[in-house]
């Protein structure tokens, strides 16, 4: 969203399949803030603290008016994580992620799931809970030693971001619902290399 006009390309995408809660990832936006956009959408937004550091990272909840009315509160946690919180019939909690790639380094990929998993304690009993995001994470469609998470509908092969996704949601006792229905890969494929040889799938759990 760093570039200019992409932030309302997306609200006009909201309206035009009727959405009314848009989790974004890597927006490249510097610090946190809650922004109305001029066509009624609200965005939370949280990124780097700092204001001399690469626009890299950012992750972002877009709200409709509707949406924006329910919201209890939200938190910016850092560039990868933000959560908010909203009144509906049961309180809905919404997590949303932009974990580190599969080859950065273990440390970075430690404190991620060790901030994410700190968030996912702070949950009420009765909140419904929403993961989703880019973890950065292949899950394939081996399910073995998952079956009570995870379905058979995942794309390539299980990596190490994959393993520590599937653990985090066996903990938390979170189904992987990109991975329980079958659909052409067309559709299961959220992000493909210039090249074409990598592709990737987000999750909502």
Known sequence: MYETARTFLIAREMKAYNIGLFGLSETRWLQSGQLGLVSGETLLYSGHPEEDVH????????????????????????????SAKFTTKRNLHIVQCYAPTNDAEEEIKDGFYQQLQAELDNKKTNDITIL?????AKIGADNKGYEEIMGTHGIGQINENGERFADLCALNQMVIGGSIFPHKNIYKVTWRSPDHTTENQNYVL
């Open 55 to 82: 626009h890299t990272e950012g992750v972002a909840l877009m709200l409709t008016p509707i949406a924006q009315k329910a919201l209890i509160g939200w938190k910016p946690i850092s560039s990868r994580i933000i």
């Open 132 to 136: 989703m995001g880019d973890f950065n």
